[in-house]
Every structure is written in C-alpha cells, then in structure tokens.
C-alpha cells in the first residue's frame, strides 16, 4: 500500500510559478511510476487531465501538449518524492492537482493504483 500526501499548491497571478511535491509512504518508491494528473472545476473525477509521467528511476518522462515547455517533473527516491515544477502559470492551469503511483504508468488513469487527496492551484488573471 502506498499512501501520498501533495502540497504546494496556492493561490498565484498569471505568469508565476509554483512547486508542487508529492510524498509518499511505505517501501519500494523507485519501482512506481509517478504521474500528476489534474482535474479542473466543474470536471468529473473520470476526467482528470494527464499533466505528466515520469519512471522509476527518471529515464522516462512525458508531458502534455498543454504544459510542455511550462512544467517539470522531476523525483528524488531518497525522499520518496515526487515534484512539479510549474512556470509561467495561466488561468486554464487552475484546477486541483493529484499525484499518482503505478507500476504501469503511462498517461492513462487506469494504470494508476494510488492516488493522493490534491492540492488547489489557482491562477487569477
């Protein structure tokens, strides 16, 4: 069992950055896949966006269209943890973040087997 806790999210303008961590309990962290997905308001659970991946041990990695060049992920296993460095914010960024762990990873929900509670990110124009 894996639990996993976000922080870092908040209320920002347009144009700035946030770093969101992601840490995670119990044993064995480099062997999961980590991914953030996002829901934003109003959207349902089963349509949480794809922001990121990233493999065990960092080899692997991908991004959406829409935050390619903006959003980096990045993992430290000495700290069972998982980040998202998030540049040059916008509006559309806004919705609740979650990290989740897999061992099949990818950008689909289905191969993730935990999920965290989120953290809000907030982008005022």
């Known amino acids: 069992q894996v639990q996993l806790v976000e922080s870092g999210g908040g209320l920002v303008h347009a144009g700035s950055s946030l770093r969101l961590s992601c840490t995670a309990s119990g044993r064995a962290f480099s062997t999961y896949k980590m991914a953030w997905f996002r829901q934003a308001p109003g959207k349902e659970r089963k349509d949480r966006e794809f922001v990121s991946f990233i493999s065990g041990r960092g080899g692997e990695i991908q991004y959406a269209d829409s935050v390619n060049g903006r959003f980096t992920i990045s993992r430290d296993n000495t700290k069972n943890t998982v980040f998202l460095q998030t540049n040059s914010l916008k509006p559309d960024d806004t919705a609740v973040y979650y990290c989740?762990?897999?061992?099949?990873?990818?950008?689909?929900?289905?191969?993730?087997?935990?999920w965290g509670q989120g953290t809000q990110v907030t982008v005022s124009s």
């Open positions: 989740a762990a897999g061992e099949l990873g990818t950008t689909s929900m289905r191969n993730y087997d935990f």
